[in-house]
């Protein structure tokens, strides 16, 4: 499904990308075919979990700033999106099949989105939830064991069969 970014939606994105409020929350209206913008907020990471609507899913637009791994100030524009498990089915469902839609529109608009985020509840985005995406850990040295084949049928060990 592809319903359009709100005006008030997409000037509160581009706002975010850039300067003023860093976080939009935005919402899919089934009735209007659009998404619609619910509030914008300057605040903390904190402040975005109790923001964020704990039964109806939400798209957000959050400009995270925050230090990296090497101690250097540092910017990310996350695209979240929330899914609560108690949220009414429908809505879930219409939130869903739009999310893709509403992530590509917001690139259009020209917010050059850091990060993708999928939460099903707005308890999950914590300080180190977001390093760990942002930041994966390198994986150096590690060699991964490939899957191995199990043998062929009759070429197995010896069996005991009982009498």
């Not at 659009?34 to 609507?53: C, M, N, P, R, S």
Request: neutral net charge; glycine residues 6%; charged residues 20%.
């Amino acid at each position: 499904m592809s319903f359009t970014i709100s005006k008030e939606s997409a000037a509160a994105i581009l706002a975010a990308s850039k300067s003023g409020p860093n976080f939009v929350e935005m919402t899919v209206s089934g009735s209007t075919e659009t998404i619609e913008l619910i509030q914008t907020l300057t605040t903390d990471l904190a402040g975005v979990v109790t923001a964020l609507h704990a039964t109806e899913p939400r798209f957000s637009v959050f400009r995270y700033d925050h230090r990296n791994p090497e101690d250097q100030a540092a910017t990310a524009l996350l695209f979240i999106y929330t899914n609560p498990d108690n949220a009414a089915i429908k809505q879930r469902m219409l939130c869903s099949s739009t999310k893709t839609s509403a992530m590509n529109q917001v690139e259009a608009l020209g917010a050059n989105l850091t990060k993708r985020i999928e939460v099903g509840n707005p308890d999950e985005l914590t300080a180190d939830y977001l390093e760990l995406q942002l930041y994966p850990p390198k994986t150096t040295g590690v060699t991964v064991q490939k899957f191995a084949k199990p043998a062929a049928a009759g070429k197995g060990g010896a069996r005991l069969n009982k009498k």
